[in-house]
């Protein structure tokens, strides 16, 4: 089996609204993604891919406490509560425009 056969999950690409009430969901294949942009320069995006979004979220919240939210009373409190998406979110709000430290899917493209 490949090794990594298990990032990849059928996620939620679409859902259309019809007027009736229904609903119609749309599942492509996708992988959880980890981006950051921030202190290494030269305009470098880092992404990292996760089999789930809950590991992305914990390494995410890991990385934003090794960029400088360590220092950061909310963070820590958010971190130590394992509240992953509130301690990326601190960062985020807490950072220039110019630094992202997100989590999102990344839906995959077939070679034509």
């Not at 490949?2 to 996708?30: C, F, N, W």
């Not at 979220?57 to 934003?64: N, P, Q, S, T, Y």
């Not at 220039?96 to 493209?109: G, K």
Request: aromatic share 8%; hydrophobic share 35%.
């Amino acid at each position: 089996m490949d090794e990594y056969s298990g990032y990849i999950k059928r996620q939620v690409a679409s859902r259309l609204h019809h007027p009736d009430g229904r609903v119609e969901t749309t599942r492509e294949p996708a992988v959880w993604t980890l981006a950051h942009h921030g202190y290494r320069g030269n305009g470098r995006l880092d992404v990292w891919v996760y089999p789930t979004k809950a590991e992305a979220l914990r390494e995410g919240a890991k990385l934003a406490m090794a960029c400088g939210m360590g220092e950061d009373d909310q963070a820590r409190r958010d971190f130590g509560r394992g509240h992953w998406q509130k301690v990326l979110d601190r960062y985020e709000a807490t950072h220039p425009e110019t630094h992202l430290l997100r989590i999102q899917t990344a839906f995959l493209q077939p070679a034509e």
